[in-house]
């Protein structure tokens, strides 16, 4: 069982940066993939990044977000981390963590890959 608690969201001007963290309860996080997901009003939620655990952490990201955002790990502290920088206001909404075991070098894109999700954090960016 992984429980994870997001934090870090706010509010930022467009051009702006901001960093969430996800800390992950578990003896065995090194073994999950981790991934941060979004959901803007009226809308599903959304890929936006993953990483996997072994490699030196393999990323993937969507095309909305590649260049802007990087996401990382830190196995030691059990937490994940996403840094997001040049935000838009498109970039506005609930920024969920999901995990999920995994085999190494192994992350997924869709929803159903991952079993654990956090409560979400809100980021909104104003234009």
């Known amino acids: 069982q992984v429980q994870l608690v997001e934090s870090g969201g706010g509010l930022v001007q467009a051009g702006g940066s901001l960093g969430l963290s996800c800390a992950a309860s578990g003896r065995t996080f090194s073994r999950y993939a981790m991934a941060w997901f979004r959901q803007a009003p009226g809308k599903e939620r959304e890929f936006v990044a993953a990483?996997?655990?072994?490699?030196?952490?393999?990323?993937y990201y969507s095309d909305s977000v590649k260049g802007r955002f990087t996401i990382s790990r830190d196995n030691a502290k059990n937490t994940v981390y996403l840094q997001m920088s040049s935000l838009k206001p498109e970039d506005t909404a609930v920024y969920y963590c999901a995990a999920a075991l995994a085999g190494p070098g192994i992350l997924g894109t869709r929803l159903y890959d991952y079993n654990y999700w956090g409560q979400g954090t809100q980021v909104t960016v104003s234009s």
């Open positions: 990483i996997s655990w072994s490699g030196g952490g393999t990323t």
